[in-house]
């Protein structure tokens, strides 16, 4: 019997490692704009998502938005996009990727009070979906379609 690694990599995907925090989230590292983050991947979030403060880091060009942002206990917060940026995860990318921009003090403060380190954003459903996803929960591993 084939097992689902090879089988995924003979159909053309690539896999990347992802880390099991204590709490219970999947990290995975990946780059924005050629600058590499760390990221919670969460596939509950429509909408990959990068906080205020790395808006530098990662060279965004912040555009006003009317969306309000949502999420991990938190609600209404202001929010800005980002268009047209790189995201590469592994050896899957893609150059088009629209960010949500938003203050993820909450989240990264979350993450501190349980011993885990602060993230600079979070994969979304959005990223997934493109990247035709599939996530091996026992093995550990993301698969993204090349």
Excluded: R
């Amino acid at each position: 019997m084939v097992s689902l690694q090879n089988y995924l990599l003979e159909k053309g995907y690539s896999k990347v490692k992802l880390h099991l925090t204590k709490t219970n989230h999947f990290e995975i590292k990946a780059s924005i704009n050629n600058k590499s983050g760390l990221f919670i991947l969460d596939t509950g979030a429509s909408n990959s998502c990068v906080g205020f403060e790395a808006i530098d880091t990662f060279k965004l060009k912040a555009e006003d938005s009317i969306i309000k942002a949502a999420g991990a206990g938190a609600t209404n917060m202001s929010a800005k996009m980002s268009k047209k940026n790189k995201v590469k995860i592994g050896k899957w990318s893609n150059s088009k990727i629209a960010l949500v921009l938003f203050d993820l003090t909450h989240v990264n403060t979350a993450l501190k009070d349980h011993n885990s380190k602060p993230v600079d954003g979070i994969i979304g459903a959005d990223i997934l979906k493109k990247g035709k996803a599939i996530i091996d929960y026992e093995k550990k591993y993301l698969y993204l379609k090349l």
